[in-house]
């Protein structure tokens, strides 16, 4: 079973910046793709960005495309979620999250293993 902490989540204002990790731990990541959730009060959790095992597939809601990165260090088995221009409605608590397969996914069905998420708030 795959264990993930996710950490960097925190207060900032609109149009800064912010990284987020996730580590795993009991099982390496590099046969799962994987991806970064977010939920903010009253809505649905939404994909924000997600990333194949080889990572040479990655795909981005629209509301991100241009802002965010994710990228994944294998080595280090750790994937990252680095976001620019952050704006209020990117306010919502992050999660990391690991596909059952290698392949990336855009469900949260497809995605067996959660962390405990990160709360993220960007203020106006």
């Known amino acids: 079973q795959v264990q993930l902490v996710e950490s960097g989540g925190s207060l900032v204002q609109a149009g800064g910046s912010l990284g987020l990790s996730c580590s795993a731990s009991r099982r390496a990541l590099s046969n799962y793709a994987m991806g970064w959730f977010r939920q903010a009060p009253g809505k649905a959790r939404e994909l924000v960005a997600a990333i194949d095992w080889s990572g040479m597939n990655i795909r981005y809601v629209d509301s991100v495309k241009g802002r965010f990165t994710i990228s994944r260090d294998d080595a280090k088995n750790a994937v990252y979620l680095q976001m620019n221009s952050l704006k209020p409605e990117d306010t919502a608590v992050y999660y990391c999250?690991?596909?059952?397969?290698?392949?990336?996914?855009?469900?949260?069905?497809?995605?067996?293993?959660w962390g405990q998420g990160t709360q993220v708030t960007v203020s106006s």
């Open positions: 999250a690991a596909a059952l397969t290698g392949y990336l996914g855009t469900k949260s069905s497809e995605y067996g293993y």
